[in-house]
């Protein structure tokens, strides 16, 4: 394994260990979640990243870094072969955990109610780099295979319709936001990626 992955098992293994820290550790989890009062009244700005590296339970988790894993290390080899440099694809993932969140909290700015955690955001945005640069691969969900653009057209819809309707305490607009940033960052990195992926798009070869 070539040193084009290690940055993607670095951040799924900082994020196993300190999610795995703070099962057993309240007093950490409650350090680390993003709660929005501590960020404006203690001006603990360093929430807006630590929530990602947490999560709420062992299957939140285990989700999460699966689909890391299977994209990741992907997209980072694209952003190093694009680039040239290694520091593209952790400066990508770690913009996307903030970004990601900020629609939420300023929502949510004022509200001691609210709590948010998990890399969700941040897996979206590699998600939906893969889906701009390959929309006819196959992906498996649930076991299924599934065109990675039909996949993405659902979860957009999907998520849209649970942001506004609620109740299930997963916080669907931060996939929105990840999803949206994964692209815009792939565009801005290398423009002629969005004329790439309507060639791929116009032109389906399944697999």
């Excluded at 603990?44 to 709420?56: P, S």
């Amino acid at each position: 394994m070539g040193f084009q992955l290690s940055i993607n098992l670095i951040l799924i293994g900082g994020t196993c260990l300190v999610s795995w820290l703070a099962f057993n550790k309240p007093k950490l989890m409650e350090r680390l979640i993003l709660w929005p009062p501590a960020i404006e009244r203690d001006r603990q700005y360093e929430r807006l990243l630590t929530y990602g590296f947490i999560h709420a339970d062992f299957m939140h988790l285990l989700f999460n870094m699966i689909t890391l894993y299977f994209f990741g290390g992907l997209i980072e080899s694209v952003m190093i072969r694009l680039t040239g440099s290694i520091w593209t694809y952790p400066a990508f993932y770690l913009a996307a955990v903030a970004v990601s969140i900020l629609p939420s909290y300023f929502r949510n700015q004022k509200n001691p109610r609210y709590y948010s955690l998990g890399a969700s955001g941040a897996v979206s945005a590699v998600l939906f780099a893969y889906v701009l640069l390959a929309p006819w691969s196959m992906i498996l969900v649930f076991f299924i295979p599934v065109p990675a653009i039909l996949f993405a057209v659902f979860y957009v819809g999907y998520s849209i319709w649970m942001n506004h309707r609620g109740g299930d305490r997963i916080n669907h607009s931060a996939h929105l936001s990840g999803a949206a940033f994964g692209i815009l960052f792939m565009v801005a990195m290398r423009p002629e990626i969005l004329g790439h992926f309507w060639g791929m798009l116009l032109n389906p070869k399944f697999g």
